[in-house]
């Protein structure tokens, strides 16, 4: 079992900047791949970032992020963030962190997710 908590959701104006955190505990993660969703309201979820527990390639869905989020890890502290600058209201959203092994498709784990509310 893998038990993934997220933190550091909130309120911040258009043009602000939130760190997420994903604080990951349970069985060893260095075969695991983790990655950022969210989910607006009315909205599918849907892929934000991600990067595999052991090595350095991230990944981005482009069409979201376009250069304003970013992905990271501090093995020590199990934990994944996700800094995310320059917002915009389209990024409100509930964020979630999930995490999957690096042979599946599947996500098998997911956090309880974290609200960010973007203000105009």
């Known amino acids: 079992q893998v038990r993934l908590v997220e933190s550091g959701g909130g309120l911040v104006q258009a043009g602000g900047s939130l760190r997420l955190s994903c604080a990951a505990s349970?069985?060893?993660?260095?075969?695991?791949?983790m990655g950022w969703f969210r989910q607006a309201p009315g909205k599918e979820r849907e892929f934000v970032a991600g990067?595999?527990?052991?090595?350095?390639?991230?990944?981005y869905a482009d069409s979201v992020v376009k250069g304003r989020f970013t992905i990271s890890r501090d093995n020590a502290k199990n934990t994944v963030y996700l800094q995310m600058n320059s917002l915009k209201p389209e990024d409100t959203a509930v964020y979630y962190c999930?995490?999957?092994?690096?042979?599946?498709?599947?996500?098998?784990?997911w956090g309880q997710g974290t609200q960010v509310t973007v203000s105009s």
């Open positions: 999930a995490a999957r092994t690096v042979v599946s498709r599947n996500y098998d784990y």
């Open positions: 349970g069985r060893t993660l260095s075969t695991y791949f």
């Open positions: 990067m595999r527990w052991s090595g350095d390639d991230t990944y």
